[in-house]
């Protein structure tokens, strides 16, 4: 790879994720990166003269397209919750097992009871397999600490890891998750002594990148998410809502009345919902790791979103309990092949769509002025990334040119 900050990609089957064509593919194509951005794109027979006498590496025909997002992970927990994995295959349900005290609080049981250091060690091990999937910037929420310390522990350590690795990290406030044991039946209470003024907190302490919620019966209803909301907006966050995953309580419409960034699972979500994102901007982000790990039924309402041009994003949901899954390129085939999502709008969920869900406008395409956070692959057609159950074609990655 380059050993100047000027250099030039030739050979590159480019998969730029303009619209236009299919993938925005160039075949034959090159693109020149100057220190962490990309300066120029385009044919090989384009190709300015004086750019052909940088320094060059031909990558033989190999697809390059942007760097992977993962817009929507728990990747930061303490302990792991296969023994609930076993109960539900002995017949309980998610919801049985969460009303049980095991699910989220028993995960937050674990978090608490980590150190910082452990926490980061946990999570960098999970990072480091989507980094080598081609990943440049991962979303990471907290959730599991559900009180003070611990919630804020769980962000020091989100922002630990773009320290500790070449990755991009947006955080995400998830004070709203579930109900802490000592707060059984006082919701209320959780939302306005402790969730509103930790996120005041991280906010002061430069933590918070956005604020996001769990509107569900399992967690909260959206009088109280949108108390938390109308912090949020106080304090110039953007927001985010789990919304609809296991039944329809209006918070996508919520969401949607927010202006969120995205409203997340929506499985629930009809198309009344879906024109309310439509109208908000807001992104779809749907979750075929949580799916498919939950056994849900319930499809998420994929024709209203496409008719009515809602953008389509994809993330693995990392979490211990609905999907310990940490592959993005897994997390594109489930959705080909579970939700009927194209191959195509499957790699636009995890780099166009999955940087709106950010709010990131600097990558997620191959264009000049973005960023160069490159994923090259050793396959013919961007079909493939999709496809493959379980194979891992990453060449290289570029994060910011490097
Ligand atoms: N929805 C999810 O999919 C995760 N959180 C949420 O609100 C699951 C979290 C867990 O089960 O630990
Ligand atoms: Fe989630």
């Not at 929420?141 to 522990?153: A, F, P, R, V, W």
Request: aromatic letters at 6%; a negative charge; proline letters at 4%.
């Amino acid at each position: 790879m380059p050993t100047t900050n000027s250099w030039l990609l030739t050979g590159a089957r480019l998969a730029t994720m303009q619209t236009g064509n299919a993938y925005g593919l160039i075949d034959k194509g090159c693109l020149a990166v100057d220190n962490n951005q990309i300066t120029w794109i385009g044919d090989s027979s384009d190709l300015p003269a004086h750019l052909a006498e940088r320094e060059t590496i031909d990558l033989e025909g190999r697809l390059v397209t942007p760097a992977l997002i993962d817009c929507h992970t728990h990747i930061v927990f303490g302990g792991n919750r296969a023994r609930e994995f076993e109960m539900r295959l002995e017949g309980a349900s998610y919801e049985e097992v969460a009303r049980a005290g095991g699910g989220i609080v028993s995960t937050v049981t674990a978090t608490r009871a980590a150190t910082e250091q452990s926490l980061l060690a946990d999570a960098l091990n999970r990072v480091d397999r989507l980094i080598g999937e081609g990943v440049s910037t991962i979303e990471i929420k907290s959730g599991y600490g559900l009180d003070h310390e611990t919630e804020l522990n769980m962000l020091r350590v989100a922002r630990a890891i773009a320290d500790a690795r070449p990755i991009r990290v947006k955080t995400s406030f998830l004070g709203a998750h579930a109900v802490p044991a000592e707060f059984a039946g006082q919701a209320d209470a959780y939302i306005d002594d402790v969730c509103i003024p930790t996120l005041e907190t991280a906010h002061r302490e430069g933590l918070v990148d956005a604020v996001d919620g769990f509107c569900e019966g399992i967690a909260f209803a959206p009088a109280q998410i949108e108390r938390v909301f109308v912090k949020a907006k106080e304090l110039g966050l953007p927001v985010k809502l789990h919304a609809e995953q296991l039944s329809n309580l209006g918070g996508t419409r919520l969401a949607a009345r927010h202006d969120a960034l995205s409203a997340d699972h929506i499985e629930y979500a009809n198309e009344d919902d879906v024109a309310a994102m439509a109208q908000s901007g807001t992104t779809a982000v749907l979750l075929p790791g949580a799916f498919y790990t939950l056994r849900e039924t319930q499809l998420p309402p994929l024709e209203a979103l496409r008719q009515q041009g809602v953008g389509i994003a994809l993330a693995t949901d990392c979490n211990p309990g609905s999907s310990p899954l940490s592959s993005l390129l897994l997390t594109m085939n489930m959705a080909c092949t579970l939700f009927r999502m194209t191959p195509e709008e499957a790699l636009r969920g995890v780099t166009v769509h999955a940087a709106r869900a950010l709010g990131l406008q600097d990558c997620g395409i191959l264009a000049e002025g973005k960023r160069a956070d490159l994923a090259v692959w050793d396959v013919e057609h961007p079909a493939e990334l999709a496809y493959r159950i379980g194979f891992n074609p990453l060449y290289q990655r570029l994060f910011g040119g490097v």
